[in-house]
């Protein structure tokens, strides 16, 4: 049984039906594995077109594979004349090309060299070309020189335009390597056989790289006399009222030729724009002649309508050169031109008057420009801004949002909004515009910035930390970002956090005074006094005419221990600033300590001021009596005072909350005014084993002498 299994078996084997293909002749079996290749090849050029390189690929070697075999077997079967040559040279090409977009440059040039020097291959020399610009990719430029000058070699002379691109390429590799001279040859020789924008460009750059003004003007000049070869804008206009040639019209408006036709003058526009930008500021004694030399050479051209922009870009290099009455002058030169050149520059005149806080000029413009295209974006922003700048924020929110409506893209319109909605607010709806213009503009630390500050507002502040994580994401050295991290720690309870994020601020920007108060704070509230003086005296040496910093020094000089620093200190203070009571009763009360015979000099000088203070304040309080006016204080270094209601309100110099929340903190800057000489003072950094409370009042039970303040001709001058 088994074995009669095994046999019917081998049967089945044997008898299988056989396919469509082992019933074809061997030239069909050609012909479909030709056309298979060919399958192979087009869907490899398309996924290449619709980006995916690596398919593209895989398409090309496996039609390379099987081009291989189709070969061996028109072998066996014909002549190897018969051989498709054609087929065999589209595989290797795109084999090539596949491997140079995937950027396996060796492979390609392998490849490419399998095709060159087979010379079967009619017209292959041309892909040399291609293989220059593999070495050009490869910044191999003496390669690539070489491969485009072979290729050029191999090309007849009636494959002119082909020899035109050719140098073109030479031209650009002589760019990259410095060879001015070579390239200008180049160019030159495009520029009398076949003029085209990019040529023409290209020599202006070489001309200006060697500093030729006069063939700069030449080269211009060439260039300005490129041919467009478009169809004018009239063709597209109907002149009649014919039904079916107003619907051809309408068809051919936005066609592919047309918008071929658009891309092509926009470039122009923008080589001419740029050419002239380029030399205006070297072809002449000043740019400002050479500006004008190059308007004139484009209003005699057929690009005259780039006169205009040109004259507006005049305008704009005075703004970068700060020169605004000449950029001011240059612009209102256009109010009596067309109305879109009149709207660009009136654009430009309210943004300059606005920048110079002449909002009344810069309104004015701003109403010229919409008038003249209302559907300028730009214009209506100005606007905007002007009726921002006097305080009618829902009329400005008004002219941002129809900017918006004329081009959704504006996101100055966008940012000016969320500004406004701030203003009024309205956090909600300035959040959202914030959110939006983040989703556009992702790494602007301005929107995150604002963000961060809407989310504050919105009393939100573990969102307002998260966005300002962003932020310094994005600018690592902005201090006051990393102060506002701080702050926003600080708040929250989180000291190491904030004195982290303070720290680095102060690192990247040492100068903030607020930043030094927090930190000079924080290690007074961890009992570190020898640190916090570095901090006290860098806020000296920015403000020295206040005293307070230096009363600080002396006082963490005395809480750590070091009596005769702190002695010397408050000694430097009382030479710098003879009048300051606070000082004198510091320096009586350590002399009395020490025991030094300077303490009767010092309590004169203590009483005699005293008594002078006296005199100053019934001064003031008859004065008063009279005029029923209160006189304002002066901020000073020992402050006056205008009794213990004004004493807070009219500090100098505001203190951090952590300084004011010390015990005793406020006692330095102010001064008492009792008859009998007083030496006893309280340690300006409050008592050394309580911690201060961060939200506590000021305390006053404590301090004698927080009453009154010194007049103002007793402060120091």
């Known amino acids: ?302 690009y005259v309508e780039l006169a205009n922009d040109l004259e507006i870009n005049k305008a704009i290099t005075y703004l970068r050169q700060k020169d605004f009455n000449q950029a001011v002058e240059t612009l209102k030169m256009f109010e009596k031109k067309d109305s879109r050149v009149k709207s660009a520059a009136a654009t430009n005149l309210s943004f300059l008057y606005y920048l110079e806080n002449e909002f009344t000029q810069a309104s004015s413009y701003a109403d010229l420009a919409v008038n003249s295209d209302r559907y300028n974006p730009s214009a209506l922003t100005n606007k905007g801004n002007t009726v921002f700048a006097n305080g009618d924020y829902e009329k400005a929110a008004e002219f941002y949002k129809e900017a918006l409506r004329n081009d959704s893209s504006c996101t100055e319109a966008l940012y000016n909004i969320g500004l406004t909605y701030k203003r009024l607010n309205r956090l909600d709806e300035a959040l959202d515009c914030f959110l939006k213009l983040h989703a556009i503009l992702r790494n602007s630390a301005q929107v995150l910035y604002q963000i961060a500050n809407v989310y504050e507002l919105m009393e939100d502040p573990n969102q307002a930390i998260e966005w300002l994580m962003q932020l310094i994401s994005v600018v690592p050295t902005d201090s006051r970002a990393l102060s506002k991290l701080g702050e926003l720690y600080d708040s929250e309870g989180d000291k190491s956090q904030a004195f982290q994020y303070y720290y680095e601020s102060y690192r990247y920007f040492p100068s903030n005074i607020e930043v030094i108060e927090w930190l000079g704070a924080y290690y007074i509230d961890t009992q570190f006094c020898e640190k916090a003086i570095q901090y006290f005296e860098r806020a000296s040496l920015i403000q020295p005419t206040q005293v307070k910093w230096q009363l600080m020094v002396a006082s963490c000089f005395r809480r750590s221990g070091n009596y005769q620093k702190a002695l010397d200190t408050y000694k430097e203070i009382h030479r710098k600033f003879p009048e300051n009571v606070e000082c004198l009763r510091f320096l009586v009360r350590l002399c009395t300590d020490i025991g030094l015979k300077e303490v009767q000099e010092y309590a004169t000088k203590l009483k005699r001021l005293e008594k002078m203070k006296e005199i100053r304040e019934q001064r003031i309080k008859s004065g008063r009596d009279s005029s029923g006016g209160s006189r304002g204080r002066r901020e000073g270094s020992a402050g006056s005072g205008d009794g213990q209601n004004c004493s807070a309100s009219s500090k100098g110099e505001r203190l951090s909350a952590k300084l004011r929340a010390l015990p005793g903190t406020n006692e330095p800057y102010e001064s008492s005014s009792n008859k009998e000489i007083d030496a006893s003072y309280v340690d300006p950094l409050g008592p050394q084993a309580e911690r201060p409370k961060t939200a506590a009042k000021k305390r006053i039970d404590e301090d004698d002498f927080a009453d009154e303040e010194l007049g103002d001709d007793l402060l120091p001058e």
Request: charged share 25%; glycine share 2%; aromatic share 8%.
């Open 1 to 302: 049984r088994k074995f009669y299994n095994h046999v019917q078996m081998m049967q089945n084997v044997h008898l299988a039906p056989k396919t469509d293909e082992d019933d074809l002749y061997p030239e069909e079996k050609i012909r479909q594995l030709e056309k298979k290749v060919n399958e192979l090849v087009e869907e490899s050029c398309i996924a290449n077109s619709c980006g995916d390189l690596k398919l593209a690929l895989e398409k090309a070697k496996d039609a390379g594979r099987k081009e291989r075999v189709l070969v061996r077997q028109r072998e066996q079967v014909t002549t190897p004349e018969n051989i498709n040559l054609d087929l065999t040279y589209s595989v290797l090409f795109n084999l090539a090309s596949q491997y140079s977009a995937n950027e396996m440059y060796a492979e390609a040039l392998n490849t490419y060299q399998v095709i060159v020097k087979n010379k079967m291959f009619s017209n292959a020399g041309r892909l040399k070309v291609n293989m220059g610009n593999i070495y050009l990719k490869q910044r191999n430029y003496s390669k690539a020189i070489k491969f485009y000058r072979m290729a050029l070699d191999q090309i007849p002379s009636v494959h002119k335009e082909m020899r035109i691109k050719i140098m073109q390429n030479i031209g650009v590799t002589f760019i990259k390597t410095g060879q001015y001279s070579d390239a200008i040859n180049s160019f030159e020789h495009i520029m009398s056989m076949a003029p085209n924008l990019k040529a023409g460009f290209n020599l202006i750059l070489s001309y200006f790289a060697v500093g030729d003004r006069d063939k700069m003007k030449k080269a211009f000049q060439k260039l300005i006399a490129v041919p467009l070869e478009i169809d004018e804008d009239d063709k597209y206009i109907s002149p009649s009222d014919d039904p079916h040639t107003n619907l051809v019209i309408e068809a051919i408006k936005n066609d592919h030729l047309r918008q071929m036709e658009r891309e092509r003058k926009a470039m122009a526009e923008k080589y001419i724009m740029t050419a002239a930008k380029l030399i205006a500021p070297v072809i002449e004694t000043s740019f400002a002649v050479g500006y004008d030399w190059c308007v004139e050479v484009v209003k005699a051209s057929q």
